[in-house]
């Protein structure tokens, strides 16, 4: 197990004991322990270094130098940059539009996005009382389109029946259509993902991106995901207007630094956390708590 920021920070100030006052290369050699801690949690290279910059200039103002205690300045300093970068206080759905209000869930095959939607159709008619629809267009997997009419009826939702040999766009339509003409608060539409970023499955995601006017496009992503997530969060933000992210299997034990490296990427508010398997392990996105998580 890694040592935490913080232990490093000391370990590196007492090795500085003796030297009059904390200077820009001592702050320095401090911002290499806390790129490594970031590092180690897998925030993704170039997004490491943007945010070290802008701690540096945090750094060299009053914050850390020629403080008593620069350690744990300097973590209190990261702790703050790290939790405003994630966070913005924006965690729910947007509803505010005329109903339906359509949902479009977006990322690769495997992130989780049949399970967010019942998720968040079960938080949508708990929290919200709303009255919810869900349609799948993945026409490529069958099992795709039973496991979101399960996970629905565990939600206590609506489920629009889809079939393979149907198009995307022709889905969409259809369960627009019905979404309208019985009253649905929201239609939330579970998309195909692919293994990895593909042409054809951006062009067909933009398509139905069109067809629908989502009021919200969710970016899904695995939290264990790790360095790659970077690449995947650039191919959906060109793709699509991204609302928000949902961050899922934030159960797992990575330490969660593709939270910081898809927001920073994205732009997009980190809105969800998912936090088990079950149709009912989904939390508001706690950015203070997290950023405690990525430091370790
Ligand atoms: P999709 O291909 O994007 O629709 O992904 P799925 O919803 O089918 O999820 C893929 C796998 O990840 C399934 O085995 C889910 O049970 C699992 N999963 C999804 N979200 C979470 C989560 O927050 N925590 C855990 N532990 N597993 C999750």
Known sequence: MAS???DRLSRLVKTMRGQARITESNVQDMLREV?????????ALPVVRDFIA???????GQEV???????????????????????DGVSDINLATQPPAIIL??????????????????????????KVLTVSADVYRPAAIEQLKTVTKQAGGEWF?????????????AAIDHARRHYFDVLIVDTAGRLAI??????EIRDLHATLKPVETLFVVDAMQGQDAINTAKAFKEA???????????????????????????????????VSEKIDGLEAFDAERHAGRVLG
Not at 54 to 60: S, T
Not at 161 to 173: V, W, Y
């Open 105 to 130: 869930m977006a990322g690769l095959q495997g992130a989780g996005k049949t399970t967010t939607t019942g998720k968040l159709t079960k938080h949508l008619i708990e929290r919200r009382k709303k």
């Open 35 to 43: 790129r490594m801690a970031l590092l180690e949690a897998d925030v």
């Open 198 to 203: 593909d042409e054809a499955l951006m062009a």
């Open 240 to 274: 699509l207007p991204l609302t928000g992210i949902v961050l899922t299997k934030m159960d797992g034990d990575s330490r969660g630094g593709a939270a910081l490296s898809v927001r920073q990427i994205t732009g997009a508010p980190i809105k969800f956390a998912g």
């Open 54 to 60: 802008r701690v540096k200039e945090k750094a060299l």
């Open 161 to 173: 029946p889809s079939a393979p040999d149907q198009k995307p766009h022709d889905i969409a339509l």
């Open 4 to 6: 935490t920021l913080s």
């Open 65 to 87: 130098v020629g403080s008593l205690n620069p350690g744990q300045a300097l973590v209190g300093v990261v702790h703050k940059e790290l939790a405003a970068t994630m966070g």
